[in-house]
């Protein structure tokens, strides 16, 4: 399927195409607020506090009641009503007697005692109303169950703590609802001669006591809420910017712009998302300079192939014109030479154009340099040499040298080097080789007498078709790309390969490869 079409007018225009999923800033936050949500479950935990406190109340109010009963039992009927106003104010509830048919006989209320009194939810401010609405919330949420309205009644029969008080003689107790929410708790004890005493009391303390907690909870939870949202815009910023920076620059690189993007490399970040944009960073450099090389690459193709194609083409062309046999040979010749010379060149592109590919891919094993070279210098001498030089190999005492690679690499870089030795080597020369420690890496030398590498020209050797060949040879018997293939190898094996001037002599040229040692 095509690719979505991204605008290119400005960075603006490169924003990401983010697939639908709730973004990493939003997860940040969500996954922080999650974590205050757990905190926001003391609300809930604060009715089951209230719930422990009113039915430890309740418990009070029915020893309250009965020991009332009992001290009302104990005293004269001219001391009950002194004693009442005296009960009723200590414990500070509403006390009141029934006979046995229900009459209510007395009432600390009536006698001027004002220490039960309930508040009108209409005359009070706007947060009462606000925590009244809280409270009706939590109950619905936890689904606590809602007491009855408490309202004033008359008659012992209407109250359901007297009715059992009085007919099962045992202490009863309920506990009501005040018109603002506050729970009312009332007790009925039977009385010994006859009758009921019952209490009524309005645990407002307990409402108070909740909701002030629940208020410093909520204040609690605000400030970490808001440190929390802080916090998380803040890592956000830190972590999604950078990458929303990045991403941009990939996407230029993916639509074709690396030569002019340039990735931040973010060099203040000493973390994770630091070193990732220092690794894009220097990815996209080396993107950038293999496109360059591959458009070089290219370039020096074409150059090098016009040469003997025009060479070929004139040929050609001349043998259409010409009749004398002799001249007839020469072309024909030529045309040998360019066919020859076309396969060798193609044949050299060929091979350096899947070189970095196929090394990437290699799978290195231990090899034993000494041994390959000596190998190789014995298979030479077995063919014969050419002009009669001479190859030595200056092998240090101490064993095989091993390192890590793919051999037949390692064996085409000895192969290049001793055949450019050779083909700068003068008649009756010598070629050296050596190979020895220093440290933890091998050093290899091949030593020619020929005329030398000038200083200058000393990098351009390494380059793809660059070929300085002494003025004895024939043109075009070499591709100039046999030094750039063996630095492509040997850079693969992470070692380095330079051309040098020889010590020993004030002629000749020196190649020295250098090899990481094995580690055994």
Do not use: C
Not at 425 to 448: F, K, N, Y
């Amino acid at each position: 399927m095509p690719d979505t079409a991204i605008p290119r007018n400005d960075d603006r225009d490169l924003a990401l195409q983010w697939s639908g999923r709730v973004s990493l800033t939003r997860r940040i936050l969500a996954v922080n607020i999650f974590a205050l949500l757990l905190l926001a479950g003391g609300f809930f935990y604060l009715d089951s506090y209230r719930s422990r406190i009113v039915d430890s109340r309740v418990e009070q109010a029915s020893r309250e009641t009965r020991l009332i009963a009992e001290a009302l039992a104990a005293v004269k009927p001219k001391a009950r009503e002194a004693l009442v106003l005296r009960l009723a104010e200590d414990t500070g509830s509403r006390i009141r007697l029934f006979a046995r048919d229900g009459t209510q006989a007395k009432d600390t209320r009536a006698d001027g005692l004002r220490n039960f009194v309930l508040v009108d939810p209409d005359r009070q401010g706007w947060n009462q109303v606000v925590a009244r609405w809280l409270d009706a919330g939590i109950d619905i949420v936890v689904a606590a169950p809602r007491p009855p309205l408490y309202r004033e009644r008359r008659e012992g029969g209407q109250w359901p703590d007297v009715r059992a008080a009085s007919s099962r003689s045992v202490v009863a107790t309920t506990v009501w609802r005040a018109p603002d929410r506050t729970p009312v708790i009332t007790a009925a004890a039977p009385l010994p001669g006859g009758g009921v005493v019952m209490t009524t009391l309005n645990a407002r303390d307990i409402t108070q006591t909740v909701r002030i907690e629940r208020f410093r909870l909520g204040i609690v939870l605000a400030v970490a809420t808001i440190v929390s949202v802080l916090l998380s815009l803040f890592l956000a910023r830190t972590i999604v910017r950078p990458l929303r920076r990045l991403a941009r620059a990939a996407v230029r690189v993916r639509l074709g712009r690396a030569r002019e993007v340039v990735v931040p490399r973010l060099p203040d970040r000493r973390d994770e998302l630091g070193l990732l944009a220092r690794a894009l960073s220097d990815m996209s450099l080396a993107l950038r300079a293999r496109i360059d090389a591959t458009e070089a690459f290219a370039a020096d193709v074409t150059h090098e192939m016009k040469n003997p194609l025009a060479s070929l083409r004139s040929a050609v062309e001349g043998l259409e014109r010409v009749t004398d046999p002799d001249l007839r040979a020469k072309l024909l010749a030529i045309v040998r030479d360019d066919v020859l010379r076309l396969d060798r060149l193609i044949t050299d592109i060929s091979e350096a154009s899947r070189l970095d590919a196929q090394l990437s891919r290699a799978k290195f094993e231990p090899v034993d340099v000494a041994a390959m070279i000596a190998g190789l210098l014995a298979q030479r001498e077995a063919r014969g040499v050419e002009r009669g030089v001479r190859l030595r190999f200056d092998r240090e005492d101490g064993g095989a040298a091993i390192v890590l690679g793919e051999g037949a690499r390692l064996e085409r870089v000895i192969e290049n080097l001793i055949d450019n030795a050779l083909s700068f080597s003068p008649d009756g020369g010598v070629v050296a080789i050596a190979a020895r420690h220093e440290e933890e890496t091998l050093v290899i030398q091949v030593d020619d007498d020929g005329p030398g590498v000038p200083d200058e020209s000393r990098e351009d050797v390494f380059r793809r078709f660059q070929s300085v060949r002494p003025a004895s040879e024939a043109f075009g018997q070499h591709s100039g790309l046999g030094l750039a293939i063996a630095r492509t190898i040997v850079e693969a094996h992470q070692g380095a390969i330079a051309a040098e001037s020889r010590e020993d002599r004030m002629s000749g040229a020196r190649f020295v490869v250098r090899l990481p040692l094995a580690d055994l």
